[in-house]
């Protein structure tokens, strides 16, 4: 679960709780700041503190975790997902298929909102298995348009 700190230069980050008791760096005024325990209230805003000791920030790892996250495009990706069953519509289902893997591989990385992760995921697969349909569709009327036997009555 994540949630939000505010710095006293008065910039709003987002944090993973795993983050708690650990220090981090401002996106904005590049401060350090220690990352405070998780409000009970899931929406509420925590003030981060400035830790006393100050190494140089450069001591620090990456300021990973922090930052503006991309919203995730979860409902997207689903929807693109389910278009590409609809027949001709295959290449949507392998826009769907390319949007979610590197959707999914921002959020794991941090860029993204990994609250989407599961809905992005299942239109991932979605669009994975209509763009696979697709190429067997493409497959399979290719082989009857060169096929001897077709209708063209060779
Ligand atoms: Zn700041």
């Known amino acids: 679960m994540s949630f939000v700190i505010q710095c006293p230069c008065g910039q709003l980050m987002t944090v993973d709780d795993s983050y708690v008791?650990?220090?981090?760096?401002?996106?904005?005024?590049?401060?350090?700041?220690?990352?405070?325990?998780?409000?009970?209230?899931?929406?509420?805003?925590?003030?981060?503190?400035v830790p006393r000791s100050s190494m140089g920030s450069d001591a620090l790892p990456e300021a990973a975790g922090v930052g503006h996250r991309l919203p995730h495009r979860a409902s997207l990706v689903l929807v693109l997902g389910l278009l590409g069953f609809i027949p001709c519509c295959g290449f949507v289902g392998a826009i769907?298929?390319?949007?979610?893997?590197?959707?999914?591989?921002?959020?794991?990385?941090?860029?993204?909102?990994?609250?989407?992760?599961?809905v992005t995921n299942v239109g991932k697969i979605l669009g994975m298995l209509a763009a696979l349909l697709w190429v067997i569709e493409v497959i399979v009327f290719l082989g009857f348009q060169l096929s001897p036997y077709s209708h063209r009555g060779f």
């Open 96 to 118: 769907a298929w390319v949007f979610g893997v590197s959707d999914i591989k921002k959020m794991h990385s941090g860029e993204m909102d990994p609250s989407g992760e599961g």
């Open 21 to 49: 008791g650990r220090e981090v760096i401002c996106v904005k005024c590049h401060q350090r700041l220690r990352v405070p325990q998780a409000p009970a209230d899931a929406g509420a805003v925590v003030r981060a503190e």
